[in-house]
């Protein structure tokens, strides 16, 4: 991959020339001090965020509600997205929207929408630098730094940003805006493994106790019957926090609604939480209890979606933690696990 550096100023610059290509979303911090997505026309001027944005990328192309067909059919044509940028994906993000791309891009069917939307965006990933407290990233096998799934990826160094291509979208907005880049030198390359080095230590030493004995598989295959689910479950209020805020749940529902002399079909999220997401025709329930419910999410993330895809459907970006009136840590669950 092309690494360059452009100066505090210069990205500035940047930033100002791709929002001519359409919409531009960026990860600040606000007044609060929380990470937060914002269209650039409310953000006054940029400053790097250091760690992930408190809500996930994956409404940008998985929208929470959107209509998907109208019949009687009135041979309607796919909308078109506009080309965008987004501003600060934080390399869970980057992880989660590669998880979405697996699931809606390949196979034999394939979402047109989402399709739509991931082949308009321009996304530039960044390193954290001040991860949080719930950060876990590590244990799932992401590191808290841009490697792939970006088009550029931004690290803070000394005077401006070690800028790395990561793709052939990316290579053209350098190509672009050549001025404005010049070679990364290794003294940049040094600093900004410095701090890799530094944040990854960070999560390491605040997720060790957290750690499984064997790996996330071995474990969920021992532990279905155990008692932690039980008493995990006691707080949970099936709110569905966890599972909106997740960045790779993809559960949806499918409903029509009457629009004048027509129907639109609309898809919306729904939570594998929820008491009837299971529910079949005739009645019958396979997940009719809660502890049911609880457990699986546990079991999709960690052992049903890496036999699929090959990695973990978590990643570890703790917004589940936050997210929770029930105060349900997940890392605090599988360790009990793990121990029992």
Known sequence: ????????????????????RGPMYMAVRDEEGTVRV???????????????AFQPLKPFFFSALEEVAEYPSADKPLKEARPFTIVGAAS????????????FLE???????????????????FDCTDPLETCFCVLMGVEPYVEKGFDLGL??????????????????????????FKP????????????????????????????????????MSKVYEDSTWARNVETCV??????????????FLLYDQRAGDRF???????????????RVAGGANPRERLIDRFRHRYYHKLDYFPKTYGFEGCTGCGRCIVACPGEIDMRKVLKEADKS
């Not at 869970?92 to 699931?103: G, K, N, P, S, W």
């Not at 394939?110 to 965006?121: I, L, N, Q, V, W």
């Open 1 to 20: 991959m092309q690494t360059h550096f452009i100066t505090d100023t210069d990205l500035v610059t940047f930033f100002t020339s791709l929002e001519k």
């Open 38 to 52: 914002k269209p650039s026309s409310e953000v006054g001027s940029y400053s790097y965020p250091g760690v992930r």
């Open 92 to 103: 869970c993000d980057l992880r989660a929207i590669e998880a979405l791309d697996r699931v």
């Open 107 to 125: 196979g034999d069917f394939k979402d047109p929408f989402y399709e739509e939307k991931r082949s308009k965006a321009l996304i530039i990933g």
């Open 155 to 180: 690290a803070k160094v000394e005077g401006g940003y070690v800028v790395e291509v990561g793709s052939d979208k990316g290579k053209q907005v350098v190509d672009d805006n050549k001025g404005l």
């Open 184 to 219: 990364a030198t290794e003294n940049h390359l040094s600093q900004r493994k410095a701090l890799r080095d530094k944040t990854r230590d960070i999560v390491e030493k605040q997720s060790r106790e957290y750690k499984p004995a064997t790996t996330w598989q071995d474990l």
């Open 238 to 251: 099936e709110c569905g926090a966890c599972l909106f805020i997740c960045p790779t749940c993809q559960c």
């Open 264 to 278: 639109k079909r609309l898809k919306m999220w729904d939570s594998c939480v929820y008491k009837n997401f299971t």
